[in-house]
Each structure stands twice: as C-alpha cells, then as structure tokens.
C-alpha cells in the first residue's frame, strides 16, 4: 500500500467514527475487514476480537431470519439494503437498529465486499411505542380531547370529540373552535385565558357548548397550554368532558333542596351539610332561625357552644368527642338561649355518612324546635306529679320525696296523714263544689302551718300529708298542734262559715323503713285519732296501733254473689284469649287471657257486672289465682307444641286487692313453675284507674315481680292522670293505651296528639306501648304513622276460646290480608 493509499483509508476511518455509527466491513467470505469504534460500544466486542471472523459466527445478528435472506439477494443483486433489523449484544440483549448495507464497487487498498453502516434505534422505537399508546388512550377516551392553535383553529380531534359533538375529524380540523360554543359562551375566551394567565391550566371550567345537530351539552373542561420545542406557546389542549346528566341531576337536587327548605320552614326544622372533600358548609335558612344570626354565618362548633344552655354545654361537647371518634349516629336535645333570654329546646340528629374505605364524607344534622312539645311536657310532668285541684305535690310526688330523704339517710324524718273529720258532710250538705274550695282553702293553712323545706301535699279526697326531714318527736307534735288549730278557724264560704276539725297520724322513720312502710304507719296512726273521736294527733310506734278504722261504706251487694261464690267450682267460667299484634310484621305476638262467666239461667255475665262484686267480696283471689293457673298453662301449651307460637307472651288482669294479698306471688311463682312458661312471657295488667285510687301500693310485691323478669302492664292508661315518671318507679314495663283515645283517631286532632306524648315519654323511660281497642282500617293506619309498636281489638279478633287460637294463628301468617270481619266470622 503507498503512503497515499494509506493516508486515504486513515481519512475514511476517522470521518466513520465522526459519524457515531456503527460501520462494519465485510469481505466476499463475510469476514469482518473493519469494525468501528461505535461498533464496539453497539456490540461489546473489540476490532481486534472480531477482525478475520466471519460475521455469523460472533451472534450478533437476532433475525429476523426472512430478513437476513432479503439482505443477501438485495446486495448479490448489487442494490443496496436499507431497513429495520434486530440485533443482539455480546451480553445476549436484543436492541433494533436502522441499517444500510450496500456492496463495494470498484478496487479500494482493503479487501471490500460489503459495508454495513447502522445506528441504535431503541430510544426512538420506545418513544413511538409511546406515542402508539397515548394516540390509543385518547382515542379510547370518553371525554373530548381537542386541540387548537393561537387563532383558535381546531388542529387534533379524538374519537371521543367525534360521539360527543357529532362532527367527524376531518369535519373539524381546520375550523375555529367556535363552531362548538354557544351564545352563552360569549365570555369562555377570557375565562379561560385568566385562568392560563394565573396558573397555567385551566380546570373545572363549566360551559354550555353545541353539537352538530343543535343540541346544547354540558361541559366541564380542563384547558392545557401546548409549547414548541423553543417553549414559546403555540396553541392549547382542551378535555371536555360531559356533565349535562350531572348538571341534570344537580338542577333536581337543587328544586328539591328548595321543597326540603319549604317543608323545614313548616315544619319548624333546620338543616346543616358539611362535605369532607371540598370543606363546604351548607346552612337551611330555618336552621338560621332556630339558632339565630346572620344567614351567611357559617355554622362551628364554637358557635353552637356560645349560645348552649350552660348546663348542656358538656353534653354538647360528649356529643362532638363521639363523632370525632368515629360514631356515626348521634341522636340529643339541648338548650339555647335567645337573644331575649329565652330558653329554646332543640332536638338534634347528627349523621356522618362514610365512604366505601370508612372514610367520612358527608355530615347532616337536622335541628327541630322542640320548645313546645317541651312545655307541653313539662306540664304534663307537673300535672303528674300535683294535684289538680289544690296544686299541691300528690301522692306520687310525696313517696318519692319521702324515699329520697330515706335513701339518702336524711336524719329524723317524720311523715304526717291529715284527715277532715266527717267531711262528707261537707260535701253532702253544700255540695262538691265548696268542698273542693274548703279544701283548697286547707292545703293553704297546712301548708302556712309547717316549715319552709317541709313538703305538703294532697294524698286524695281529704287526705293530706306533710313530709319533714329533721325534727323530733316534740317538735312534731308542736307542729300537729298548729295545724289543727289553723284548721278550727273557720272557713268563710259565699257568706256562710264553715267549722272543721282534723285527724293528724304522726310516723317516724325507722331503720330499713321505706316510704310504703313510713306512711303506713302514720296512715295508721290517723285512722286510730280518727276512732277515738277524732280532733286529735295519734303518733305511731312499734307496737300495734288500733290499725285501721272499720271500712268505708260498702256498695251493696248484687244478687249474683251468691251465684258467684260457686261458679268456679261449677265449671261455669273459662278464659277466651284476644291477640296482640306487632303492627311492623302484622303477626300475634301474644293473648291477653279475659275472664268470662256463662250463668245457667242467665246466660253470659258482663265481666264489668261480677268482677266489682269478686273485688269487694275478696273472691277475686282464688278467681284470679284460677285464672294465673289457666292462662299460663294454656300459654305454654300453645308454646311448646303450636308452630309459630313459640314465642307468644301471655298477659293476664290482676286486681289491686290481689297484689295485697299475701299469698300473691306464691300464686305466680307456683304457676309458672307449673306450667313451665319463661316468667318473661308473663305479663300481669292492672288498670290505671284503680291503682291511682289506692293509698299504699305494694312496693315490695312489685319489685320481687320485677326481679323474677315478670312483666307489670299498665292497663288503660291515659284515664287516671298519672305519670310514667312514677310508673317506672312502680316498675311498670308496658302501657296499654285506653280505647277512648283509639275512637278519636281520625275525629279529633288531639287523640293522636296524646298518643304522641304518650310514645315520646314512655320511648324515653323505656317503656313498651300497646293500643286497645283497635276496630277500622283508619285506626290502624294512624297507629303506624304515629309509630305505636302494638296494638290489640276487633280489627284482628274478637275474644276466643282456646281450642280456636290454633287455627286462627296459622291463618293469619298464611293470610295476612284476612279482614277482620272474615277473621272473626272464620272460626
């Protein structure tokens, strides 16, 4: 080779190497002549490593192999090759490059049969292979993907643009963006330049644009600005996306958010929203009123807390630790006060609804003015627990006095009975009417006649009793002593001058005494001032007193007692049985036993014509005993062997004279050991009415009945003008409302009123509700709403004998749509 042929190779070689890609020489054999430096970094060999082998045999070729062969024939046909081929480094990595090989013409200094130049194309294959997926995604995509130049000509258009707007791609490019929007859209150039101006893109931007057909779409867009390679802006990138169903939807939240605040207004109740993801509050213009302050006021915690009752503050707070730890119900009521110093009552229900992970997203409280109701109560309460005539504390409210100061271990406390003497003749000579003012008159002088903290109260009729704490036994009788001689000064009557005398009993409590015992004695110790001659205090000791005075004047009694004394044992009286229905499932629940008497010759006795005569005689004792027995055994007869019964409860009437007897709760207990029936599903009624009339009520009777899990009904109720404060202390778990209020469901608005009240307060001590006497449709419809659990009458049943309770059970859980007409007329 001359220096000049030399100097020429040299200058090739190093302009290849300028170039940066891979050049390879071959000869006729396929032997490598010349391998570049980049081809060393493209394959991991060196020249000298690869010089004077053969091209095949150094694996660096991947194929493919049809490939391989189009090479060959192109250059044997002396054309140059140029493509896309796969090879592999010395490490085994496959990688694509762009070649061209071409044969060698004419004579060169190097032996030369083919040279192959080719660079590394994989950066370029992976940013077309993303550019493929990204044209993919925004073609797949639901929304409308759009792009657009400085002059707002449209420049890219996706499949999704095409179904939403309804022009094809080749409709759209080229044609001003405003071929989309809509005289409503006069300002969307310069919203959406303010937004690009300020933060570069633009999202949530809400517009109403068209389709080709006219029609108006919802969008929500995010505007992008687009840069060229020297950053300069050269257009923008829109993503609309559909909301016409959302803004739909949102458009018929919003009317029926204005009938919710038109309903809230009537209603008197207010509402607050607050969203966890967007921080938002939102306030009812009702819960503005019910709280008070400027509409635009945000609600807080704090805020609710400035205008709390003081006293409720801490159960407000209880209220918010909860929700912050994680309850997601709270259900309160609480005080505010006005303005004016009112007090306002609210009732509160506080939800947080939680996303699908358990995260919160939404709260909603409800606010109802509940001030009324409140007064409406506290009335009632006060009516309760004071006698209406007087407004003195009654009975009710004196026994828990009394037993306060007892549990409390208060020390020498004194109870004292006050009794007029021969007062009938008071009432009997100028009438009911200025006996009541007499005895209006006479709480005033009582109560003027005792201490400041002394308690005085009406026991009923002309009985009143004065409740003390700390005073002896002198002291005491002092004050008996004053009494009476405030008593004996007359009592000025529409001109006429009335003269009184009065009969104190005086008890002392003792060690383990209770209210029931405490004023049984002074109760005692009145009636024996009372029968010695009366106008005279009698105080009660441990020994026996001359007890009770001989009894009031007595009912005379009806021809039937006699027959009464031997209808048990003649087999003239037997049990029907009315169910009780759950009013949500419609199903028996459980029978109320009712006693009935078949005379021989006069047939069927009406219960309210024997029972009184049972009463005053004393045979409702074994009567009744009788019936425990029966209807407990009959129960659990149903019970153990009647599909679907298994559960029934029984509920049997008792009489006051019975919880008086001594041998009542052997009666009970004996019976259900007996029948072997669950004391849970017993159930002992005794009407209201009654037990407001009694002086002593059995307190330790009730509690062993209580403790054994035996269930005590309060028959009747809403006719005595009592108070389900005292009936929880009577231990009282269920209250039958009387039939009156039932017949003026749907005539008088007051009717359901009442039995609202009655619900609130008895849901408030825990006390079950059952309504009597239910005979229409209308009455049944209005129980459900009012939301009275159960209820019993002639709309399921009338009474029925026991073999028939079977049958008619399984018909009414085959057949719940049975009237009552054919129910009673299926038997």
């Known amino acids: ?71 060959a024939d192109t250059l044997t046909s002396g054309r140059t090759w140029s493509g896309e081929y796969w090879m592999r480094h010395r490490d085994g990595r496959k990688f694509p490059i762009h070649a061209t090989v071409a044969p060698v013409r004419g004579t060169h200094p190097v032996p030369m049969a083919v040279v192959a130049v080719s660079k590394d194309i994989s950066e370029r294959k992976h940013a077309e292979a993303l550019l493929r997926r990204m044209s993919a995604l925004v073609e797949s995509s639901g929304d409308a993907i759009i792009g657009a130049d400085l002059d707002g000509t449209v420049t890219s258009w996706n499949a999704g643009a095409a179904r939403m707007f309804g022009w094809r791609a080749t409709e759209a490019l080229g044609r001003n963006y405003r071929l989309l929007t809509t005289d409503t859209d006069k300002g969307f150039r310069e919203e959406v330049l303010a937004h690009l101006q300020t933060s570069g893109v633009a999202t949530g931007v809400e517009s109403r644009w068209k389709r080709k057909d006219g029609t108006a779409v919802d969008v929500s867009l995010t505007v992008s600005p687009v840069f060229d390679d020297h950053g300069q802006r050269v257009g923008g990138s829109v993503i609309a996306r559909d909301i016409t169903e959302l803004k739909r939807l949102q458009s018929e939240a919003d009317r029926e958010r204005v009938r919710l605040i038109a309903a809230q207004e009537i209603a008197h109740v207010g509402s607050v929203e607050f969203d966890y993801g967007t921080g938002r509050w939102w306030h009812s213009e009702e819960y503005t009123r019910l709280i008070g302050g400027a509409p635009d006021e ?93 407004g003195l504390p009654n009975r009710f409210l004196l026994a828990k006095v009394l037993q306060d100061l007892l549990d409390r271990r208060c020390p020498q406390v004194v109870v004292m009975f006050v009794d007029v003497d021969r007062f009938k003749l008071v009432n009997d000579g100028i009438g009911h009417g200025a006996g009541d003012a007499i005895l209006i008159q006479l709480g005033e002088r009582i ?151 078949v005379h021989p010759s006069h047939g069927r006795i009406p219960p309210n014509s024997f029972i009184p005569v049972a009463e005053e005689t004393g045979l409702i004792v074994p009567i009744g005993a009788w019936v425990i027995n029966q209807a407990l055994t009959q129960a659990q007869r149903w019970r153990e062997s009647v599909p679907g019964m298994e559960n029934v ?84 778990r269920v209250l039958k409302i009387d039939r009156t209020f039932i017949e003026e469901l749907g005539n008088d608005p007051q009717g359901a009123t009442l039995i609202e009240l009655i619900l609130g307060t008895a849901r408030s001590y825990g006390l079950d509700v ?23 009458g002639y709309f399921w049943h009338r009474p029925m004998p026991a073999a028939h309770v079977p049958r008619w059970a399984a018909q009414s859980r085959t057949e719940p749509g049975v009237s009552a007409a054919e129910a009673n007329t299926s038997e």
């Open 1 to 71: 080779m001359t220096a000049e042929d030399y100097d020429d190779l040299l200058m090739q070689s190093l302009l290849l190497e300028e170039i940066g890609q891979s050049v390879i020489a071959l000869d006729r054999s396929w032997r490598v002549v010349y391998w570049n430096r980049a081809s060393e970094r493209l394959y991991g060999y060196s020249a000298g490593e690869v010089r004077g082998r053969k091209i095949t045999e150094l694996s660096i070729i991947a194929g493919p192999e049809a490939t391989g062969g189009e090479i």
């Open 298 to 390: 945000l609600p807080s915690k704090e805020r609710i807390l400035s205008l709390a009752h003081p006293d409720d503050c801490e159960l407000l707070k209880d209220v918010f630790r909860r929700l912050e730890a994680g309850e997601q119900y709270v259900e309160y009521e609480f005080r505010i006060l006005t303005k004016t110093g009112s007090v306002r009552w609210l009732h509160a229900r506080t939800r947080v609804f939680q996303t699908p992970d358990g995260q919160p997203s939404r709260l909603l409280v409800t606010v109802m003015d509940i001030t009324e109701r409140k007064r409406a109560q506290e009335i009632l309460e006060h009516q309760a627990f004071h006698d209406g005539l007087t």
């Open 447 to 597: 109560r003027a006649s005792v201490r400041k903290a002394d308690t005085v109260g009406r026991f009923g009729g002309d009985e009143f009793i004065v409740v003390c704490e700390d005073l002896n036994a002198g002291d005491a009788a002092a004050m008996a002593e004053r009494i009476r001689a405030a008593t004996r000064e007359g009592f000025d009557l529409d001109g006429r001058r009335i003269y009184l005398n009065v009969s104190i009993g005086i008890a002392s409590a003792g060690e383990g005494d209770t209210a029931e015992s405490v004023l049984s004695g002074a109760d005692a110790a009145m009636y024996a001032a009372k029968t010695a001659g009366g106008d005279r205090t009698e105080i009660y000791d441990l020994e026996p007193v001359n007890h009770l005075a001989p009894g009031r004047q007595v009912i005379a009694r009806l021809d039937l007692e006699s027959d009464l004394r031997t209808a048990l044992e003649r087999g003239q009286m037997h049990l029907e049985y009315q169910p009780i229905i759950e009013l949500a499932s419609g199903n028996p629940i459980g029978f109320e036993a009712l006693l009935r008497w």
């Open 649 to 732: 409860s029984i509920a049997v009437n008792i009489s006051v004279r019975q919880l008086l007897d001594p041998g009542f709760l052997d009666v009970v207990f004996q019976a259900i050991f007996d029948s072997g029936i669950d004391p849970a599903a017993v159930s002992l009624e005794i009407t209201e009415s009654v037990l407001m009339e009694q002086r002593q009520f059995p307190m330790d009777t009730l509690r062993e009945l209580d403790a054994q899990g035996i269930r005590l009904s309060i028959d009747d109720f809403g006719t005595g003008y009592s108070s389900l404060s005292y009936l929880k202390w009577l231990f009282a």
């Open 770 to 792: 059952i309504a009597e006497g239910v005979e229409t449709q209308a009455q049944l419809d209005e129980l459900v709403r009012l939301g009275v659990p159960k209820a019993q």
